[in-house]
Nanobody, 116 residues
Framework: VQLVESGGGLVQPGGSLRLSCAAS????????MSWYRQAPGMEREFVAA????????NYADSVKGRVTTSRDNAKNMVYLQMNSLKAEDTAVYLC??????????WGQGTQVTVSS
């Protein structure tokens, strides 16, 4: 099982980034996918989730209206489009695969830094 995040980087406040998570080694279309983030010295924080079919999404209040998650089951990919980025969005962003009755799988993360 492998989850590989990409798309992070340095962006100015108000800017946008699109993160990607490439999945392999499991039946991607059977798993819900989530995005979390972790800033230095802080607890890991939920950002967004999408159901296995993509029909249901859920967002943390801190990002609602600025972030959209989507998935492409044909490509085994999940995405996180982030707009109107703020300094407080700076963190390592990780994707997680989850399914009831099965263990969770985590990626290694991609760094997002919002700074002028």
């Amino acid at each position: 099982v492998q989850l590989v995040e990409s798309g992070g980087g340095l962006v100015q406040p108000g800017g946008s980034l699109r993160l990607s998570c490439a999945a392999s080694g499991f039946t991607f279309s059977s798993y819900g996918m989530s995005w979390y983030r972790q800033a230095p010295g802080m607890e890991r924080e939920f950002v967004a989730a999408i159901s296995s079919t993509g029909g249901t999404t859920n967002y943390a209040d801190s990002v609602k209206g600025r972030v959209t998650t989507s998935r492409d089951n044909a490509k085994n990919m999940v995405y996180l489009q982030m707009n109107s980025l703020k300094a407080e969005d700076t963190a390592v962003y990780l994707c997680k695969a989850w399914r009831g009755g099965s263990r969770d799988y985590w990626g290694q993360g991609t760094q997002v830094t919002v700074s002028s």
